[in-house]
């Protein structure tokens, strides 16, 4: 089994860049059935879809979000990134690593999560 | 709309039958299968139903959905406490060529 989790810095000053890893284990990132992806949840709130990529690097982005993010797969380390920029209070949020499964359009397989606070 | 549309809170007590909907559009719902998400308190959420009506192995049979146009539907049978949680429906959209979630559901076991 696939298994993605989250790693990130905690704390992330306003203006500057938030990077947050996902590392897979169990098998390897480049299977053909899978993409991976990120989603967050600010304190209190609901679900919001950041951006899910293929292990070729074809991705796909949250419009509201895009012109911030950069999203990346290391597949020797079994690894995937995304990169925020110019954060704000807004981008406070619990982030979530998922692998999305080709045949059941699905998220089927999600992180525990990490909490990014982003304060001076 | 590229909106998904859940109502904020339901409840039940213990052994009803309650139904959460999920009300779309034309380029999400009505053109591609709707996911459905439970989140527990403090805890990530877990696929419940996805393809509209399928269950992932481990899933009760208590949970099942439909979808009609624009719109979609989670039913749980034979409500149990363990059931209460937050649920999200989730659909591909063509016109944010991404993935859309709904804005959840809180669900009450009285």
């Known amino acids: 089994q696939l298994q993605p989790q989250e790693s990130g810095p905690g704390l992330v000053k306003p203006s500057e860049t938030l990077s947050l890893t996902c590392t897979v284990s169990?098998?390897?990132?480049?299977?053909?059935?899978?993409?991976w992806g990120w989603i967050r949840q600010p304190p209190g709130k609901g679900l919001e879809w950041i951006a899910t990529i293929y292990y070729s690097g074809i991705g796909f982005y949250n419009p509201s979000l895009k012109s911030r993010l950069t999203m990346s797969v290391d597949t020797p380390n079994n690894q995937f990134s995304l990169k925020v920029t110019s954060v704000t209070a807004a981008d406070t949020a619990v982030y979530y690593c998922?692998?999305?499964?080709?045949?059941?359009?699905?998220?089927?397989?999600w992180g525990q999560g990490t909490m990014v606070t982003v304060s001076s | 709309q590229s909106v998904l549309t859940q109502p904020p809170s339901a409840s039940g007590t213990p052994g009803q039958r309650v139904t959460i909907s999920c009300s779309g559009g034309s380029s999400n719902i009505a053109s591609h299968s709707v996911n459905w998400y439970q989140q527990l308190p403090g805890t990530a959420p877990k696929l419940v139903i996805y393809g509209n009506n399928q269950r992932p192995s481990g899933v009760p049979d208590r949970f099942s959905a439909s979808n009609s146009g624009t719109s979609a539907s989670l039913v749980i049978s034979g409500l149990q406490s363990e059931d209460e949680a937050d649920y999200y429906c989730a659909a591909w959209d063509d016109s944010l060529n991404g993935q859309l979630i709904g804005g959840g559901t809180k669900l009450t076991v009285l």
């Open positions: 998922a692998r999305r499964d080709l045949q059941l359009h699905a998220f089927d397989m």
């Open positions: 169990g098998g390897s990132i480049t299977t053909s059935t899978y993409q």
